[in-house]
């Protein structure tokens, strides 16, 4: 799976026209504002695990419309519902449409979600030059650029989506000085610093984001775990599915879904494998690469799982080869029941997983309900 980041750029609105020779400019410039916003907006609902946002303040507010009516001429306020469609976007990233609990700003953020932060560049370069470069741009492009040479090592899993007609960047910075978060529990950093980061930035332009089809591939988890088993079972995935995968998800609802959203997890799976093989010695855990790769994940509490029995038993899950082992490691993919059913146990999936290093394949053990609730 493809993750994305949208650049603040993308929001800032038109500038107000400064004559009025230019109002038929800014009324062409501003409805194509409207329109890049409500795309992003289902871009982001569409996808949902795998598009980011940089922080960026509402600049397109009712101050704003005042101001451009009273230039322009141009009844702006028709174009209201924008600001709405803005602060769901900067609030959340997922929206409503999945309901079940609300996923906060922080979360989300690429300033946040990466675990990255600049420290101090002496100097960065972008190829091709861009018309709005300043310190923050490149504050931001340079997390991306640590993702590609440092964590992915590979430009093809992350985009950027820019305002601009490009396919690709490429970031030059020199001296540069950076931490990564590697653990969350305890919270822990890694200090970088590189004389020189040289990386490409895949590049998807705002005005050509992909349509993405509303319609479902799968109605159940069930279909789900049938489709990838069978392709499991031919050894076409690195993927093993233990014994009590199908007792898990006779836990939760038939309805709960979206089914497309753990078939999405399944194949961020894949990724992490082929991740996996290619970077034997990394020094990330693997909650940190599934996170970046564009999952919503966790360890349990190391404590319980050493001291508390029934807490460890609990997650003691069939390894494919009827062999009983501890899974800590489990993804939390936003789940809804269709029919608004409160309760969430019935409704909250946790999908276990374990790297098996002989076997380059990833065990998962259960998908079901939330073992906690």
């Known amino acids: 799976m493809l993750s994305y980041s949208i650049d603040s750029s993308v929001f800032k609105p038109p500038s107000l026209p400064k004559n009025i020779e230019l109002n038929k400019k800014y009324i062409e410039s501003l409805k194509e504002y409207r329109d890049i916003i409500s795309n992003c907006y289902n871009f982001i609902k569409l996808e949902g695990i795998s598009v980011y946002i940089f922080y960026f303040k509402n600049e397109f507010d009712f101050e704003y419309i005042k101001e451009a009516e009273k230039k322009s001429g141009f009844p702006v306020g028709r174009y209201k519902r924008t600001i709405g469609i803005l602060e769901k976007i900067s609030l959340f990233n997922i929206t409503e449409i999945y309901h079940g609990e609300a996923i906060g700003p922080g979360k989300y953020r690429c300033e946040d979600w990466f675990g990255v932060k600049i420290k101090n560049y002496e100097k960065s370069i972008c190829n091709p030059p861009l018309s709005y470069e300043n310190s923050g741009f490149f504050d931001r492009i340079n997390i991306l650029g640590i993702l590609n040479s440092i964590v992915y090592r590979d430009?093809?899993?992350?985009?950027?989506?820019?305002?601009?007609?490009?396919?690709?960047?490429?970031?030059?910075?020199?001296?540069?000085?950076?931490?990564?978060?590697?653990?969350?529990?305890?919270?822990?950093?890694?200090?970088?610093n590189e004389s020189s980061i040289i990386t490409k930035i895949g590049v998807l332009p705002v005005k050509k984001l992909p349509s993405i089809s509303t319609a479902s591939k799968f109605n159940t988890i069930m279909e789900v775990y049938n489709e990838y088993y069978n392709m499991a079972k031919k050894d076409m995935i690195p993927i093993v599915f233990g014994n009590d995968v199908v007792k898990g998800i006779k836990t939760i609802r038939e309805t709960t879904g979206p089914a497309d959203r753990i078939a999405a997890y399944i194949e961020t799976l894949i990724e992490f494998c082929k991740y996996k093989k290619a970077n034997f010695n990394n020094i990330f855990p693997d909650d940190y690469i599934l996170r970046v790769l564009g999952c919503i994940c966790s360890y349990e509490n190391k404590n319980k799982m050493q001291n508390d029995k029934d807490f460890l038993e609990q997650r003691m899950f069939d390894n494919g080869n009827n062999t009983k082992i501890p899974f800590s490691l489990h993804l939390k993919p936003k789940t809804i029941d269709p029919e608004n059913d409160l309760d969430n146990r019935k409704r909250t999936v946790r999908i276990y997983i374990h790297w098996d290093s002989n076997q380059e394949k990833v065990i998962v053990g259960w998908i079901g309900r939330h073992l906690s609730l």
């Open 155 to 192: 430009s093809k899993y992350h985009y950027l989506i820019l305002k601009d007609d490009v396919s690709e960047l490429e970031l030059s910075s020199s001296n540069i000085e950076f931490s990564i978060k590697i653990s969350d529990i305890p919270v822990k950093y890694k200090d970088f």
